[in-house]
């Protein structure tokens, strides 16, 4: 299975848990940019979690999930799973 | 005690968005009836409904809100910064408590929970949208329309099926007259989904007519169930004083009576309550039955129901002794949104001095000796009298009165 690339987490964010016509996503730098100042609560988090576990096949723990607070951590926590294998 | 008056309105209903478009449908006697296209209902005893079919969410909210909200959450969303829009108030402005939100539902977001429903029979556990945890609740329109303003004043929901949508403002009244600045009120309500229209099939209310000119008929001799339908109001109340301070000139009206009762059990052969709910509620108004212009009915297009109700009014005002329209013909019943739009309809109607028609029931049963109002009717109104009754027992009644901008405290 390919890693999870910052396009990718862009759009499941955007399919998941919508996306502001104003909001940072659409290009700049938000590679460390905390998910709460994007407008993401841990409810879309959760939500965005699940997608990525059922597209990319890893299993990941809530707790652990809401601990990534930036697209950066929560690529590494993905990628490391996806190496790791289930 | 000031008056508490209305000094915002928001409408989404099948005869229109906005209170004009509803309003100018409604006194054209146009109904939004018609066959049910949110899904395939041919397999379904029942196959009619009033839904609304031009509203597009995403005209109306922002993108975030989409994947959490079901469709009556929606509706509720646009209804409610109508409402907050037309009364010109800014919740920011406000004391950090001073503006909180009551709305009534009788099945939280059911099409929301269809869907995830789906998802986990289908597909399993894990493609439930986490969302689920809330977007189906009771209370999510309150939460919702608290959030996305900003309100953390006293909120909260009620359960109270039809009678819901006076109850959630006679509700905000009382936290308006504890000293909440304003309270956004009322409900919009709806399941247009399977899994909400077998619920609704099962309560054994729902017309199994095809032809949309016969299947609602209230009070009529062929009265033989209701459409249901979605949709609803929501209001801001305020003191009128507090409005009158934040330089506020007009509004819609007074919520000037209201009392709710509860049936006794069925089989008890104890009468009904509901004559007792219009009386307090009368008497809560400090107005007499003669100075009320127009009963907007429950109409609950069954006979026995319809029965009970023409009782209390013949009881209450006399033999065609007032007025009595159910402008609901044209939308079908709303669940608890339904008395919340009757409430719209009859601010409008006081405003307007007419009164909306009842479409469809050319039959009226004799014996009711109700003078239902058919055809649009002129005529001055000071006061008007809604009804509302919720399945499982629940009456509501509420006095909603002109007010003008004139007198100070009573």
Redesign the interface.
């Known amino acids: 299975m390919s890693e999870l690339t910052l396009t990718e987490l862009t759009t499941i964010l955007q399919e998941c848990a919508g996306e502001d016509e104003t909001s940072a996503l659409r290009g700049g730098d938000v590679l460390d940019t905390d998910f709460k100042d994007l407008g993401y609560d841990s409810l879309a988090m959760l939500e965005t979690a699940a997608r990525i576990q059922i597209t990319y096949g890893v299993v990941l723990a809530d707790d652990v999930v809401v601990e990534a607070s930036t697209p950066r951590q929560l690529m590494r926590l993905v990628n490391q799973s996806i190496v790791e294998g289930p | 005690m000031t008056a508490t008056v209305v000094t915002g309105m928001g409408v989404v209903a099948p005869t229109g968005l906005g209170p004009r478009e509803h309003w100018e449908r409604t006194m054209r006697g146009e109904s939004a009836i018609g066959p049910v296209t949110a899904f395939d209902a041919e397999r379904y005893s029942s196959r009619l409904a009033g839904e609304i079919t031009a509203f597009v969410p995403a005209d109306h909210l ?7 909200t079901d469709h009556m959450t929606r509706l509720a969303l646009a209804a409610a910064a109508w409402a907050i829009k037309d009364a010109a108030v800014d919740p920011a402005e406000l004391p950090e408590f001073g503006m909180g939100v009551v709305t009534a539902s009788s099945a939280g977001g059911f099409e929301f929970g269809h869907r995830e429903l789906d998802k986990l029979w289908r597909k399993g556990p ?2 439930v ?3 689920q ?1 809330f977007a189906w609740f009771y209370a999510v329109n309150s939460g919702q329309i608290s959030i996305r303003h900003g309100m953390r004043g006293p909120s909260g929901v009620l359960v109270t099926e039809q009678a819901g949508g006076l109850d959630a403002v006679a509700q905000a009244r009382r936290r308006v007259r504890d000293g909440t600045a304003a309270m956004v009120c009322g409900s919009v309500d709806g399941s247009p989904c399977p899994w909400g229209w077998v619920a609704q099939l099962a309560g054994g209310r729902i017309s199994t007519a095809d032809d949309p000119a016969r299947a609602y008929l209230p009070f009529d001799v062929d009265a033989g169930g209701h459409v249901p339908g979605d949709g609803g109001a929501l209001f801001v109340l305020e003191d009128e004083e507090g409005a009158r301070e934040r330089g506020v000139t007009s509004w819609h009206g007074e919520i000037a009576g209201y009392a709710a009762t509860f049936d006794p059990p069925p089989g008890s052969g104890r009468p009904s309550s509901l004559r007792r709910a219009i009386e307090l509620a009368l008497a809560d108004a400090e107005t007499e039955a003669d100075a009320i212009g127009v009963v907007f009915a429950d109409g609950a297009g069954l006979a026995e129901l319809d029965r009970v109700e023409a009782e209390a009014l013949r009881a209450v005002f006399g033999p065609y002794g007032v007025p009595v329209t159910v402008p609901k013909t044209m939308t079908g019943r709303l669940s608890a949104g339904g008395a919340a739009l009757d409430l719209a309809t009859a601010l409008l109607a006081l405003r307007h001095g007419r009164i909306p028609p009842t479409v469809n029931v050319s039959r009226p049963v004799p014996e009711y000796e109700l003078d239902l109002v058919t055809q649009p009717r002129r005529k001055p109104l000071s006061a008007v009298l809604v009804v509302a009754r919720g399945q499982g027992g629940f009456n509501a009644a509420m006095v909603v009165t002109r007010r003008h901008s004139t007198s100070g405290t009573r």
């Open positions: 922002p993108a975030r809100l989409l994947p959490q894990e493609h949208s986490a969302y945890s």
